[in-house]
Nanobody, 128 residues
Framework: QVEPVESGGGSVQAGGSLRLSCTAS????????MGWFRQAPGKEREGVVA???????SYADSAKGRFTISKDNAKNTLYLQMNSLKPEDTAMYYC??????????????????????WGQGTQVTVSS
């Protein structure tokens, strides 16, 4: 297994919560800038939140105050806790890695996107 494996998606009502997991096999989550992207139907894939090797985080405006990224280095697993979900959060969620850097700085979203390190994703559907 080389690609990451995302899980934890599902269908919830607006205001609900979900916790996504990503088991990274190719890369060590403690060593790189890791993150989550999402892609809604008919829209481009966009970065949501990222975490650096030192645990520092970066959030897209849409995620601030509602989503929390974390990681378990021992399990080599990335998590995304999503609270106060909205219908506009409906999308396929993917984990990603910028394996050129330990810290999430200067163009890391694009480097993650270009890395091609994509799993099957996990679907999140939020109903109103």
């Amino acid at each position: 297994q080389v690609e990451p494996v995302e899980s934890g998606g599902g269908s919830v009502q607006a205001g609900g919560s979900l916790r996504l997991s990503c088991t990274a096999s190719r890369y060590t989550v403690s060593s790189y800038c890791m993150g989550w992207f999402r892609q809604a139907p008919g829209k481009e894939r966009e970065g949501v939140v990222a975490i650096a090797s030192d645990g520092s985080t970066s959030y897209a405006d849409s995620a601030k105050g509602r989503f929390t990224i974390s990681k378990d280095n021992a399990k080599n697993t990335l998590y995304l806790q999503m609270n106060s979900l909205k219908p506009e959060d409906t999308a396929m969620y993917y984990c990603a890695a910028d394996v050129t850097a330990r810290y999430c700085r200067g163009g890391f979203w694009q480097r993650m996107f270009d890395s091609g390190y994509w799993g099957q994703g996990t679907q999140v559907t939020v109903s109103s």
